[in-house]
């Protein structure tokens, strides 16, 4: 089975930093993405970043400059480092996987749990 583990989620004050890290683990063949998504109490869950098994990203416009999607050298996690943290920010954040078993299999996809972030003016 495949496993998703997400940390790094907490309280912080608007201009601070937080760094999520999401790192998967089980029969992977191959990863075709990794990415946050997030939740804000009353909202529709939208997509924050990602980023693909060539390293292509993609952000919302409400968070580029301020934050920086990545893998580690052996793919199997992913960061999101926030910085310039902004109210607007606060929500569960969602790490998904998009993943393949096997060689030429079906894309899967994974969700977290999700981690809170919260940032206070």
């Known amino acids: 089975q495949v496993h998703l583990v997400e940390s790094g989620g907490g309280l912080v004050q608007a201009g601070g930093s937080l760094r999520l890290s999401c790192e998967a683990s089980?029969?992977?063949?191959?990863?075709?993405?990794m990415g946050w998504y997030r939740q804000a109490p009353g909202k529709q869950r939208d997509l924050v970043a990602v980023?693909?098994?060539?390293?292509?990203?993609n952000y919302a416009d409400s968070v580029k400059g301020r934050f920086t999607i990545s893998r580690d050298n052996a793919e199997n996690t992913v960061h999101l480092q926030m910085n310039s943290l902004k109210p607007e920010d606060t929500g569960v954040y969602y790490c998904?996987?998009?993943?393949?078993?096997?060689?030429?299999?079906?894309?899967?996809?994974?969700w977290g749990q999700g981690t809170q972030v919260t940032v206070s003016s």
């Open positions: 980023i693909t098994s060539g390293g292509n990203t």
């Open positions: 998904n996987l998009g993943y393949r078993s096997w060689y030429g299999g079906p894309r899967t996809d994974l």
């Open positions: 089980g029969s992977i063949s191959r990863i075709d993405t």
